[in-house]
Structures are given as structure tokens and as C-alpha cells.
């Protein structure tokens, strides 16, 4: 068969027509890779996908919604609601503390204002101080010597007679007082825990407890 040579226009535009082959079906590959990368999320869309949701506002019955400021009334979200609720709490129960350090300082307690909350008072005072004795020694030579009355005076024994009388609820005179009167009560003869607490100081001193006491002494 005779060989023959295309002219060159032929030529010509046969590669062109390959060339544009070519390029059409590296267009679709373009398009199809484009449309891939589009499917697939980005580094931003991933990152907000992996995110912690956002804490959502609540309402004063904990529903979804906004929790308003009770001073304000502007709505604040719920974990400053929260902050706010847990903050209040600290601070009551800091007061709370507060209170009991202070109590547990001062040692108030509270003793009715008769015989029975005077010995009580004392003998805390007592047991505090080191001052041996027991509610009953205290009791029965309370009722022997004053029958029990804080501003009882003896005026017709021999301490009456050299002008210091006994006085208050244990009959103490006033110098056994002065030298037996117990710190932090006070200085007054016929104060009910003053003249218990001085008695019983000077009742342990001569015979080793007011509970030792039957009798004048």
C-alpha cells in the first residue's frame, strides 16, 4: 500500500483535537478531586466538630433558657448563675465557721440566773482554774450556811463582832475573799459566783475540797 504523508494543517488538527481530549479528561479528574476535597470538613470544621458544646442558660427551675441577674434583671448564662449560687454558699458557710471559732473562744455558755445555774457557772470556773469540788459539796454547804440567798450577812458571830462579817452564798468574810477571790469572776464579795468560787479556792487550800466541809470552816 502506497505511504503518504498528511499535509501539515491535517497534522495540526488532529493533535489539537488529542490535546483537547486530554485536557477534557483531566478537567473531570479536577473536578472530581475538587469535589471530594469539598466533601471532606476542614481543619475549622473539624476542630468546632471535636469542640465541648457550649454550656447552655438555664432558667430558676434549671430549664433551658436564661437565668436572669436578681439585681439586674439582665440574663447571665449558667455557669455564671452557678458561680454566683456556689460563691454565696462559701460565703454562708464562712460566716458559719466564723461564729463557731468564736463561740468555741469565748466559751459562752448560757446558766440560769438561780442556785442551781450559779454552781453550774462555778464549777466550770473551777474545773478550769484547777479548783477541785463537786455540785453536791457545793449544794450542802450552800444550804447550810445561806440556806441558798447571795446577800445573806451573819452579824452575831466573832467575825461580826471584829467587824468583818460573813457574807453571800458560802458566808465568806472579806479578807479570806480578797486573798482567795478567783481571776475573771467578779470582785465582789456577795456576787454568787465570785463568793462560790473563792470559798471553794480556800476550802481546797485548808482541807483539799469543799466537798471536805461539814461544818463551819
Not at 489539537?16 to 471532606?40: D, E, F, N, P, Q
Not at 447571665?76 to 461564729?99: E, W
Not at 459562752?108 to 474545773?127: A, E, T
Amino acid at each position: 500500500m502506497p505511504s503518504f504523508t498528511l499535509p501539515r494543517a491535517a497534522r495540526i488538527t488532529r493533535i489539537t483535537r488529542t490535546h483537547k481530549i486530554a485536557v477534557a479528561v483531566l478537567a473531570a479528574a479536577g473536578a472530581t478531586s475538587g469535589l471530594a476535597m469539598t466533601a471532606a470538613p476542614d481543619t475549622a470544621q473539624a476542630a468546632s466538630a471535636h469542640a465541648p458544646a457550649a454550656v447552655k442558660p438555664v432558667d430558676a427551675k434549671g430549664q433551658p433558657g436564661k437565668a436572669a441577674d436578681a439585681k439586674t434583671g439582665r440574663a447571665v448564662t449558667a455557669s455564671v448563675a452557678d458561680h454566683v449560687k456556689v460563691a454565696d454558699v462559701a460565703k454562708q458557710h464562712g460566716a458559719q465557721q466564723a461564729a463557731s471559732r468564736s463561740t468555741e473562744r469565748t466559751g459562752v455558755k448560757d446558766y440560769p440566773n438561780n442556785l442551781d445555774g450559779w454552781i453550774r457557772q462555778s464549777l466550770d470556773i473551777m474545773k478550769a482554774k484547777g479548783i477541785p469540788g463537786s455540785y453536791e459539796g457545793l449544794h450542802r454547804n450552800i444550804i447550810r450556811e445561806s440556806a441558798g440567798n447571795p446577800n445573806a450577812v451573819n452579824n452575831w458571830d466573832v467575825n461580826a463582832v471584829n467587824g468583818v462579817p460573813s457574807k453571800g452564798l458560802l458566808q465568806v468574810i472579806q479578807p479570806t475573799f480578797d486573798s482567795y477571790h478567783v481571776s475573771g469572776t467578779p470582785k465582789k464579795l456577795t456576787d454568787p459566783i465570785a463568793n462560790i468560787t473563792a470559798a471553794a479556792n480556800y476550802a481546797a487550800d485548808k482541807y483539799g475540797s469543799i466537798d471536805n466541809v461539814n461544818s463551819a470552816y
